[in-house]
């Protein structure tokens, strides 16, 4: 056989069977994509986009919520027991190996090269956002300022000893208390954003030890304004994820390798003018390449 001409073995999964894996943790593993604090963990339907499809799952067994429980948002400047509400979400999850055909690429991403294949997903996010008499309930009562001006003589406060310094308290200072106690609103104020990014794999390490990786090609959010907010965006984006995830996701070929009865060795068939890639990304497929040695 032609898939087989250059190696024993020969293995592929299409694209589209890999999206409704993604569909099918979607719905019975809702946490994975649905984040939130205590008050969407309590009241799903409090979501940006309320879930209906896993229904068929049962989220009190395993530990398996239908959202993950996030810390309450910390409010800067205010030390109080009070923090905000938020819910992030991620939809509509799909790849598309070379050619495209899954999804339409926003132009910055045209064309689709050889062995690349891109992801598509929509992150939306919700925030608690309190009402003002709420807001004033909870506020704190700090001392009252007195200004001092300056008229080129020395003008104390009336009544009013400077705190004496104790050098025992110098370079201390209490660590605020996360907040503990969500702020009450009503329904979340929600956006999404549609975000695209471009990946293939490239081998490294040495001969001997040759290792997989993913990168990152190109990564586009569309249509956020002013640009250079979707600029800036995009710029953390792309640092959180060369620098934070795709290490993690290097994969060692010796690891790939393993013997059967101490007989056989399956190994990964090596990179040649014949196989030019492996795993190769074409023709809407992860396809891999598998030698066999007695």
Known sequence: MALTQFSDLFASIHENAINNVVLQLQRQRPSLFNYGTVAFVQKPDR???PLVNFIDVDVTLFGNPVVHQESLLT??????PYGMEYCLQLRELS??????N???LPPELVPLEKQRFSLKGKACAGLGCPERGFLNEIAPVE????PVLDLGKDVTQPNKE??????NDRGKEEPPKPPDRPVIFDRPICFCLDLFAVFHLEMEGSPDNPILALKLD????VDVKPDGMENMVECFIKTVI???LLPKVRLALKALVFNIAEVLTVEPTPVSASVPFNPALEDDQIKVFVNLKV
């Not at 409010?75 to 109080?80: A, E, F």
């Not at 001392?143 to 007195?146: G, V």
């Not at 190109?218 to 959010?221: A, D, S, V």
């Open 218 to 221: 190109n990564l586009e959010i």
């Open 162 to 167: 400077p705190p004496k310094e104790n050098p």
């Open 102 to 104: 899954a999804h339409s």
């Open 242 to 244: 060369v620098l934070s």
């Open 47 to 49: 979501l940006c986009f």
């Open 75 to 80: 409010i800067p400047g205010y030390n109080g």
């Open 95 to 100: 790849i598309d190996i070379h050619p495209p």
């Open 143 to 146: 001392e009252p300022f007195f």
